[in-house]
C-alpha cells in the first residue's frame, strides 16, 4: 500500500501563486509515476500534469501549460505543482496519484492510477 499525503491548498486571488505538495510513503518501483489531477463537482476528475522517475519531460494539460510546473525532490521524496497566474477556472479539488511505470501519452489516464491522495481544494477567487 502506498499513502499519498497532500498539502498546500487554500484561497488565493486571481494572479496568485499556490504549491502543492505531495509525498508518497514509499516507491514500489524503480520506475514511478505521480500525476496531478483536478475535479470541479458535476465534472469529471481532469489530468493536470505528470512527473516520472525516468521521463525526460514533465506533461501537463493544455489549460495550464505556462503557469503550473511540476518538480519532485527526490531527497525529501515529494513532488510539487506550482501554479502560478491563476484564474478562477483553476478552483477545484486537487489530487495527487501515484502508479509504477512511466507517464507517457496516456498520462492523465484515470484507471492507470493506483493509489490516490485525499485532495487538497483550491478556490481562485476575489
Known amino acids: 500500500q502506498v499513502q499519498l499525503v497532500e498539502s498546500g491548498g487554500g484561497l488565493v486571488q486571481p494572479g496568485g501563486s499556490l504549491r502543492l505538495s505531495c509525498a508518497p510513503s514509499?516507491?514500489?518501483?524503480?520506475?514511478?509515476?505521480i500525476g496531478w489531477f483536478r475535479q470541479v463537482p458535476g465534472k469529471e476528475r481532469e489530468g493536470v500534469s505528470c512527473i516520472g522517475s525516468s521521463d525526460g519531460s514533465p506533461y501537463y494539460a493544455d489549460s495550464v501549460k505556462g503557469r503550473f510546473t511540476i518538480s519532485s525532490d527526490n531527497a525529501k521524496n515529494t513532488v510539487y505543482l506550482q501554479m502560478n497566474s491563476l484564474k478562477p477556472e483553476d478552483t477545484a479539488v486537487y489530487y495527487c496519484a501515484y502508479r509504477s511505470g512511466t507517464c507517457g501519452s496516456r498520462w492523465s489516464a484515470l484507471l492507470l492510477y493506483e493509489y490516490w491522495g485525499q485532495g487538497t481544494q483550491v478556490t481562485v477567487s476575489s
Open positions: 514509499r516507491f514500489t518501483s524503480d520506475y514511478s509515476v
